[in-house]
């Protein structure tokens, strides 16, 4: 901007003037500071979830249940992992309940699986998520998440090699989610399995990735 | 302040904003030259209010009326960001009309001054396009029909036609009509009137302060300055235009109807700043058969566009050079003929609509919505404390019922509750919904229901389980709703009975 004429500033005025001018900037400062965090307050409070406010208030997830379909193919196939896709209703964001379809690797634990399981798998029972029942182990089934525990990749069953692998940066895992190579920083995560009066029922839980402890992100 | 110096170095921002805020004002800092700011001071907080909105607003029939109810009822601070955003536009409108005739009456506008005049008058347009197209945007009652009107008023102009078309992707309003306002009210609207904006300041800076509407050379009146005594007087008239829209925000939060549904009758209420234009579209309605076409061509088209094309060029008219008001009647006079002229059509379309209103709300339960909807948004207790003009207590729940039904049921069972054949069942004569023990009802709403033969047909579809999403306030007032609504004729259900069902 070129430079300009300003009458009004050559004469640098009475003391009175320029203390009053004083005045004036830090008072005009001071407005627009008052404007700004009262409309700081709302506008970035309406970004903040209930999620990091109160952790604890966050709805603990609830069982729903696994298809009989998917179940019984699990059941007939001992020591062998079954991909079972099921729905349940969840509500995302302002849109009324609606079925989410989500899928479980089920395995029916061959006796010998289910004595070692506990030994093989000590990360399931030190981790401090130990609210998370692994009841399942008692009933001879376990409900792994799809959700590869490195980055959050879906990963297969391979059924040549006997393992769970995992397309994305190779992580493998024994047919009782033990890590046997890769970056995952953890073992395969368990759901939470119940029988409700010979319905099978699983909990949806999301928990982070890349982490060696097991913490829950979301339930359902 | 070696900052400030490596930055100025590198910049000139520091010489630049000095730059700005040296300058002269004629005659010294006035109040009087504060509208102009306080007008910027409200698009800057619609634009920073807007910004924030659009971080839970989602444009669709499908998630316009959900995502602002979201806003409302779920987001913190949601209703308080929402209703600073609905009163802005009422703030900015006002503060820009009182802006310019301002700038009217102390002669603002003449030479050297044409263009900076003429760049307002769009800023004006602009603005009001602003507010048409924001209306729209919730899919509230409200919104829909007022926007029919105002698309149904364009399309009847001569090449209104073209506009309606694409306004609304040659259907009716639906979803892309939605999304197009939205283009218009987020992106296009706002980036022509920052540029436009722009160009205002920068128009004024060149030319400096008008000063005071007399015939003197404005160099040899007394100079005030700008920074700080006249930035201070326009922070001051910003906060008192801040602190009114803040209380204005909090205890008259903005209305928000039910969700939009085109088979109910409703009565629009336009924005205020439009109901002179919708008083001249009455007058027009109102006049001889024979001669309604060219009436409705007059109120429609040539009175709007003439005044707007009578401001665009009223620099360019009247070359008066005399800018003291006392050689000045006949633009003084005019000027004060068309405030009272607008003001008058304004009160006499305001008052017709009021009127109109209140004659249906006689026979249907749409002015009802329309009333319980100014409280809805003091949560989901509502329900028994909506009514505020005198309606019964059942009314009120079934006004609250139908915005949980809107909300949370018609996805499925339709905002008719005919549902889909095999899917969801219809609700209308449901002999489960109308039965005269509400107790399996409610059960259903309670705990969900799947593969239950309902009047001999199956359903495909889970009915999900409410208890725990819904408070009981919210599932008796619905129950209520559906037991009375479409023609069903059941007995009313209140929270207390739903302790009384266990699962």
């Not at chain 1, 208030?57 to 729903?64: F, H, L, N, Q, R």
């Not at chain 2, 910027?40 to 995502?67: D, H, K, N, R």
């Not at chain 2, 939605?178 to 980036?191: C, K, Q, T, Y």
């Not at chain 2, 209308?428 to 399996?440: E, I, L, Q, R, T």
């Amino acid at each position: 901007m070129a430079e300009h004429e300003a009458q009004a500033y050559k004469d640098p005025g009475t003391p009175e003037e320029q203390s009053r001018r004083t005045f004036l900037a830090n008072a005009t400062l001071a407005v627009g500071g008052v404007i700004g965090l009262v409309l700081t307050i709302p506008l970035v409070g309406s970004l903040i979830p209930e999620s990091l406010i109160s952790p604890d208030k966050v709805a603990a997830g609830k069982p729903v249940p696994l298809p009989k379909s998917g179940w019984d193919s699990v059941a007939t196939k001992p020591g062998t992992p079954v991909k079972i896709d099921f729905s349940f209703q969840y509500a995302d964001g302002y849109f009324p309940p609606a079925g989410d379809d989500q899928s479980v690797w089920g395995i029916k634990m061959t006796p010998e699986q289910t004595a070692s399981f506990k030994e093989k798998r000590p990360d399931l029972y030190k981790n401090p998520a130990g609210e998370v029942k692994y009841d399942a182990t008692e009933m001879g089934f376990v409900v792994f998440s799809p959700i590869c525990p490195h980055l959050g990749c879906r990963f297969n069953w391979v059924a040549e090699q006997s393992k769970f692998a995992c397309p994305c940066h190779g992580s493998q895992f024994t047919v009782i989610g033990e890590k046997v190579a890769g970056p995952a920083p953890r073992g395969l995560d368990p759901l939470p399995l119940r029988d409700a009066t010979g319905t099978a029922q699983v909990t949806w839980i999301q928990y982070k990735s890349g982490t060696p402890d097991r913490i829950i992100v979301a339930y359902n | 302040m070696n900052v400030v110096n490596w930055v100025e170095q590198r910049t000139g921002f520091v010489s630049l904003t000095t730059d700005f805020l040296t300058e002269d004002v004629p005659g010294g800092a006035s109040y009087w030259y504060a509208f102009g700011s306080a007008t910027i001071f409200a698009m800057v907080l619609q634009i920073v209010t807007g910004i924030f909105l659009t971080f839970y607003y989602s444009p669709s029939t499908a998630a316009a009326w959900e995502s602002t109810n979201y806003i409302y009822h779920n987001v913190p601070f949601g209703q308080f960001v929402i209703s600073l955003h609905f009163w802005g536009a009422t703030a900015m409108i006002a503060l820009l009309l009182m802006h310019m005739i301002q700038v009217l009456l102390w002669g603002a506008y003449k030479a050297p001054r044409e263009l900076s005049w003429v760049v307002g008058v769009l800023l004006l347009v602009i603005t009001l396009v602003l507010g048409l197209t924001g209306y729209l945007l919730p899919w509230d009652m409200n919104a829909y029909f007022a926007s029919q009107v105002a698309i149904n008023i364009a399309a009847s102009t001569p090449g209104g036609g073209i506009v309606q078309q694409i306004l609304s992707d040659g259907n009716g309003i639906g979803t892309l009509t939605i999304n197009r306002f939205f283009g218009l009210h987020v992106w296009l609207m706002p980036a022509a009137l920052i540029a436009l904006v722009g160009a205002h300041l920068a128009i004024f800076r060149h030319n400096g302060s008008a000063g005071p509407p007399i015939d003197k050379d404005l160099k040899k009146l007394p100079q005030g300055r700008f920074w700080p005594n006249q930035m201070f007087m326009d922070a001051a008239a910003s906060f008192a235009v801040f602190a009114i829209m803040v209380l204005l925000a909090i205890f008259s939060p903005a209305p928000f109807d039910v969700k939009a549904d085109p088979t109910k009758q409703f009565i629009a209420y336009p924005a205020w700043y439009f109901l002179a234009l919708y008083g001249l579209l009455r007058i027009a309605g109102q006049t001889p058969a024979a001669v309604q076409p060219i009436a409705n061509l007059l109120a429609t088209v040539v009175i709007p566009g003439g005044v707007v094309g009578l401001l665009i060029l009223l620099p360019f008219i009247d070359r008066n050079p005399s800018r003291e008001l006392s050689r000045r009647p006949w633009v003084l006079g005019l000027t004060a003929f068309a405030l009272v002229v607008a003001i008058g059509l304004s009160l006499y379309s305001g008052l017709a609509v009021q009127k109109e209103q209140a004659e249906s709300s006689g026979g249907g339960a749409p002015a009802a919505a329309a009333q319980a909807s100014n409280t809805l948004g003091t949560g989901s207790s509502a329900g028994t404390t909506a009514n505020t003009t005198g309606g019964t207590q059942v009314a009120a729940a079934s006004t609250h019922g139908a915005s949980v039904f809107a909300a949370n049921c018609s996805s499925c069972h339709g905002a008719a509750g005919a549902g889909q054949p095999g899917v969801f069942p219809n609700l209308a004569g449901n002999p489960d919904v109308v039965a005269a023990n509400p107790a399996g009802i409610e059960h259903t709403l309670l705990y969900g229901l799947q593969g239950k033969v309902i009047g001999g047909k199956s359903y495909a579809a889970q009915m999900p389980a409410w208890k725990g999403n819904l408070s009981d306030d919210d599932i008796a007032a619905v129950i209520t709703y559906i037991r009375s609504s479409w023609g069903n004729k059941a007995s009313a259900v209140t929270a207390a009975d739903l302790a009384k069902i266990t699962k």
